[in-house]
T-cell receptor, first 115, second 115 residues
Framework: DAGVIQSPRHEVTEMGQEVTLRCKPI?????LFWYRQTMMRGLELLIY????????DSGMPEDRFSAKMPNASFSTLKIQPSEPRDSAVYFC?????????????FGEGSRLTVL | DQQVKQNSPSLSVQEGRISILNCDYT??????FLWYKKYPAEGPTFLIS?????DKNEDGRFTVFLNKSAKHLSLHIVPSQPGDSAVYFC??????????????FGKGTLLTVNP
């Protein structure tokens, strides 16, 4: 079975440009999470969707960040405009149930570099 | 302020010996703990978990111990194998109010198992 699929794997862009990261969760999973990993702060939860509805976006750092989940098989994380401090690895993860009574299944991540 | 702390950034052990990875937490509301393993250029993968009603959980070579009074948990790997070389993240949940969805991660410990 395919795991969580993220694209692009690597993105290099210039400050001010729009960045869109994409995620396809595991089929049948109804919870989706976006995490960001940096050296300074480790893994941080940005936003959590359940049944395509955003439940908690308190981790989204600024209005420059937005996330959508138009259907059960697709989510996007958009940064507009991007800044060098947004450089990080962004992970998407899904879970087969509401809440978290088990583990998350992570994608391989999207490494973003903003010059 | 870090609520989940992994104070050892790295650990090196010999193949066949025991690896002990430690994790401390400060939030007394946490009631579910997980360990994830991460190889370079891959997403974290779930390893083992423990609920606060237990003090030990074992899965093959991996055992997690929980000391609630000390707010401390540890992961034991016996015997250690070179393929265990990875970054290990401790994570905790349980402080999200009604829905138990938010994982708080430590910054990770890089384990190197030498042949």
């Amino acid at each position: 079975d395919a795991g969580v699929i993220q694209s692009p794997r690597h993105e290099v862009t210039e400050m001010g440009q729009e960045v869109t990261l994409r995620c396809k969760p595991i089929s049948g999973h109804n919870s989706l999470f976006w995490y960001r990993q940096t050296m300074m702060r480790g893994l941080e939860l940005l936003i959590y969707f359940n049944n395509n509805v955003p439940i908690d976006d308190s981790g989204m750092p600024e209005d420059r960040f937005s996330a959508k989940m138009p259907n059960a098989s697709f989510s996007t994380l958009k940064i507009q405009p991007s800044e060098p401090r947004d450089s990080a690895v962004y992970f998407c993860a899904s879970s087969p149930r509401e809440g978290l009574t088990g583990e998350l299944f992570f994608g391989e991540g999207s490494r973003l570099t903003v010059l | 302020d870090q609520q989940v702390k992994q104070n050892s950034p790295s650990l090196s052990v010999q193949e066949g010996r025991i690896s002990i990875l430690n994790c401390d937490y400060t939030n007394s509301m946490f009631d579910y703990f997980l360990w994830y393993k991460k190889y370079p250029a891959e997403g974290p993968t779930f390893l083992i978990s423990i609920s606060s009603i237990k003090d030990k959980n074992e899965d093959g070579r991996f055992t997690v111990f929980l000391n609630k009074s000390a707010k401390h948990l540890s992961l034991h790997i016996v015997p250690s194998q070179p393929g265990d070389s990875a970054v290990y993240f401790c994570a905790a949940s349980g402080d999200s109010g009604g829905s138990n969805y938010k994982l708080t991660f430590g910054k990770g410990t890089l384990l190197t198992v030498n042949p």
